[in-house]
């Protein structure tokens, strides 16, 4: 029984010994009501004090970005290759209202994307977002919060940023399955985890399960480490830009390069990601 619950309860009591045993059950309901529009018009207090102290820790965030420079060399290496975004998705961000390593990632693309003067709001989704945190995104922030666990797999028919902060790679995977084709690959650029350092370690016989389409796209894909020079060395470790650059390989000449007659799937015990069926089990549990 919450506190309020308690205190409403009480109330009951009252009423009924004082009104000589006559059960009220509508002024029981009154204050009852009344009780929770306090503890509602409190809820709603605390969330408006946690977003505005969040909105000052993001703004701090983002000056304290925008005169490192760990930023200044990220931008010299991402401008050139964003030229063209119309889109921007991020994925895997976590929780920014509580964890710092989050909200400077949050914090990163917004100062990227007003710096490199992409124009789009930033799309978002992570099944861990809180109500106020997408309440944040998008009322506070003006961002857009995708409501589908699509697991990575987000085709795109224009030149799209994804950003995924130390997101499982099989998310990373399934993207690359869902835009394995000459005419869909080029409009995918990727700020995550390094490509190389995902090859590098495990043995390719585990990669072909987890992780087969990284593994090719090795070859199709040029990476850009970002320099990890920031003052925090765990927000931007591991990052690197990939974008398709395969100019040497005349696009859809050779079906074997652009198999992708496989889908993606992965045992349970091996799932890095948060699947849609494991969404669906915690909401009906
Ligand atoms: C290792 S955490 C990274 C969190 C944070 N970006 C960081 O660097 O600390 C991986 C994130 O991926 C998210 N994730 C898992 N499944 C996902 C899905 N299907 N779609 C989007 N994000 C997902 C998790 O909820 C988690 O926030």
Redesign the pocket.
Known sequence: MSEVDAVANELDFKLVVTRKGKHRPRQRNKAHTFLHQLEDKERVDRTEFCQKAVLTQLQQAEADLLQSEFLRECLEKLEPVLVGVQDIIC????NFLD?T??RY?LAFIRCVRNKANLTAKGQF????FTPSEVDTLQHALGETVLQE?L??KYSVERKTLFFL????KQ?VNNLLWKNWCPHRLPNVVLLCNSFSTVVNNAPDRLLRINAGYILRAVDLFQEVPLRNSFRFGDIFNDTSLHYFANNDRPAGDNAAVWDCAVEPSYAEDDLE??SKEKVAKLAFA
């Open positions: 994925l895997g961000l976590g964890c390593i989050a990632q989704f992570d099944p861990v666990n697991e990575g902060p130390h997101c499982p998310i990601l948060i």
